[in-house]
């Protein structure tokens, strides 16, 4: 039985990861949508609830490393087939042109985080706030990787 995701892939093309080869999954091939952001007591097993305006959602913070992690996916994939051809891949301007738009989509990421997850939020005391500094933390650093990995190219 052959499952969707492996239709077209003969069985070295699935298990070649585990001879230590790279796996390229890239986005274009679809990715899962985004969870909702709304807290798990807001979600019943006929409907979902709205999220409070006043109560930011704990899953706010996934949702924007999920969407770091997409621009991260980009840079790989676009590493990966210039080291695969180089003579294949863009030209230098269109490269740089490229690298522009996505640190600019990065960036975009960043400025519409809730106040609770921006830079310059000083958190509270408490548990909910610290939970929020580590989310807070979790994306700015990976951000800033993303973005030595974009001038890295």
């Known amino acids: 039985m052959t499952s969707k995701f492996n ?12 001879n230590g080869h790279q796996v390229n999954l890239p986005d274009y091939e679809g990715t899962p949508p985004l969870p ?3 807290d798990d007591e807001y979600i019943t097993a006929e409907s979902t609830l709205p999220q409070p305006q006043s109560r930011q959602s704990f899953m706010s913070g996934f949702i924007a490393i999920s969407r770091v992690f997409q621009v991260l996916s980009q840079a790989i994939m676009r590493q990966r087939t210039l080291q695969m051809n180089p003579t294949a891949g863009p030209d230098c301007n269109t490269l740089l042109e490229w690298i522009g738009e996505t640190t600019e989509e990065l960036r975009g990421i ?3 985080l809730p106040p609770l997850l921006r830079h310059d939020y000083s958190a509270g005391d408490g548990e909910i706030h610290s939970i929020y500094a580590t989310q807070q933390a979790n994306i700015h650093i990976t951000a800033l990787c993303v973005e030595l990995y974009l001038v890295s190219l």
């Open 7 to 18: 239709e077209g892939l003969s069985s070295d093309d699935r298990t070649n990861a585990l």
């Open 36 to 38: 909702l952001e709304l």
């Open 110 to 112: 960043m400025e519409k």
